[in-house]
């Protein structure tokens, strides 16, 4: 029997049995499976939404707020409780990309942040792998997503998940992320050689709106950074795909075969894990579930925030572990780099969200960089930028101009709505009204875990 708060009993405790935790589980999941699992892969639909990065284009930038059917093909439509309200690319309410920099007149604003964005921990049998993604190549970016459900019943897994600190009550869940080159933003007069945007879905009350986090990528390395090179490697068997059906062409037709975005590196395993992830549910589907589920916005903000000293279960034990270990008495501040506190240790992130190498940002409300530009964004670009090799570069800039469309054009262009140097990054807006904040170690640490919970 577990043990549960009902946020209308005014503090009191209600005992659970395991049929309500389980009629409560089911529930959750069908909640995230209605609004989820029905969806398209992000990207499908995106195929259809004719816009294009050439500033020559009758369909560029300059012109993307004449693009009428933007908000129905726009790959965040697959969403409906995303706050899409027609093509706001003329807006300049809180537009995107823009120009990242402290003037005179204008310094940033204080971090709104009291933390650094928290992921959970890692479950070794249920969590997202990245060979649980999908790799595509679209007319305007390359993508990776993770299935749209975390239910394991469905062939889901348990996707990433970032905490923004207090201002957000509910958790914002990766969906997908997609590449720019060169990098939408620009940090104090720089353009990054490429920006991978981690996209967040919201959940709950934030459903309406996305965090989205990026890395600036520069080609300073002079070896090879291997988990990039693993993405490319992806990447790069959907493009050979495509032109082998080219070559393959269907019965004659000259058009190629659509074929599912996925990579055969993707699908090593896969049957063999989503198996061993259903038999769990069917044999600990109690535990396993509702252990996850179990951070409701109540319980999740009581995990850093407290619950008046009073413990509910195990796992509320735990959070006031990490409360003490960050607030208490016996705390320890880490250093920048996240050490100097003995028998703690940060946090072991999930992919992609290795990719980060700072907690560390700048941070604004924003839109999407690319139609139907809904003002929904809250940004967070991180300020280390992730290094690769201008070998690596050169594979990407080529990958990024991979893309087919049935005719199988092979001259630039052929499906492709990058601009005439292969680049996919939007121009800059003017920042009008739009604070923008730095986080930095004078705002705050690493979150230190015990062993057991790194």
Not at 80 to 104: K, M, V
Request: glycine letters at 6%; proline letters at 7%; one cysteine or more.
């Amino acid at each position: 029997m577990m043990i549960r708060r009902n946020s209308r009993s005014q503090g009191r405790l209600i005992l659970a049995s395991p049929a309500m935790v389980v009629s409560a589980c089911v529930l959750l999941l069908s909640l995230i499976q209605s609004t989820r699992a029905q969806q398209d892969t992000p990207g499908t639909q995106e195929e259809q939404l004719d816009y294009s990065y050439d500033p020559t284009s009758p369909i560029g930038p300059s012109r993307w707020s004449q693009i009428s059917n933007a908000a129905d093909l726009s790959p965040y439509a697959a969403y409906p409780t995303l706050d899409l309200d027609g093509n706001e690319c003329a807006s300049t309410y809180r537009p995107s990309p823009l120009h990242i920099r402290p003037t005179p007149d204008r310094p940033f604003a204080e971090c709104i942040d009291r933390h650094e964005m928290l992921t959970r921990q890692i479950d070794p049998n249920m969590s997202c792998t990245p060979f649980d993604a999908t790799f595509s190549i679209t007319p305007h970016t390359l993508k990776m997503s993770f299935p749209p459900t975390d239910d394991p019943l469905q062939n889901g897994c348990f996707r990433p998940r970032i905490n923004l600190s207090g201002n957000f009550p509910e958790e914002f869940v990766f969906s997908w992320l997609e590449v720019h080159a060169r990098s939408d933003h620009v940090i104090d007069g720089k353009r990054s050689d490429a920006e991978i945007q981690q996209v967040h879905l919201g959940q709950g009350e934030d459903d309406y709106m996305v965090a989205t986090v990026s890395v600036l990528v520069e080609a300073t390395a002079r070896r090879d950074n291997a988990e990039f090179q693993w993405m490319l490697d992806q990447w790069q068997e959907v493009a050979d795909g495509m032109d082998r059906d080219c070559r393959e062409t269907n019965g004659g037709s000259g058009r190629r075969q659509r074929r599912a975005a996925a990579t055969s590196a993707t699908m090593k395993g896969r049957k063999e894990r989503i198996e061993r992830r259903r038999k769990l549910i069917r044999e600990h589907g109690v535990d396993v579930i509702a252990n996850f589920a179990l951070q409701t916005k109540e319980d999740y903000a009581r995990e850093y925030f407290g619950d008046n000293g009073q413990a509910l279960s195990h796992h509320h034990q735990q959070q006031q572990q990490h409360r003490r270990a960050q607030y208490g008495e016996d705390s320890c501040r880490a250093d920048p780099r996240g050490h100097g506190c003995p028998g703690y240790g940060k946090r072991r992130k999930a992919f992609p969200h290795t990719l980060w190498l700072t907690i560390y940002y700048f941070g604004y409300r924003g839109s999407i960089t690319a139609p139907p530009c809904p003002d929904i964004v809250n940004w967070r670009i991180l300020d280390v930028p992730l290094e690769i090799s201008k070998r690596q570069y050169q594979q990407l800039t080529t990958l990024m101009d991979s893309y087919r469309d049935e005719s199988c054009d092979m001259t630039h262009g052929g499906g492709s709505k990058l601009d005439r140097h292969g680049e996919n990054y939007q121009p800059l807006r003017d920042q009008g009204a739009v604070d923008i904040f730095h986080c930095t170690p004078d705002d705050f640490r690493w979150w230190m875990y015990l062993p057991e919970d790194q």
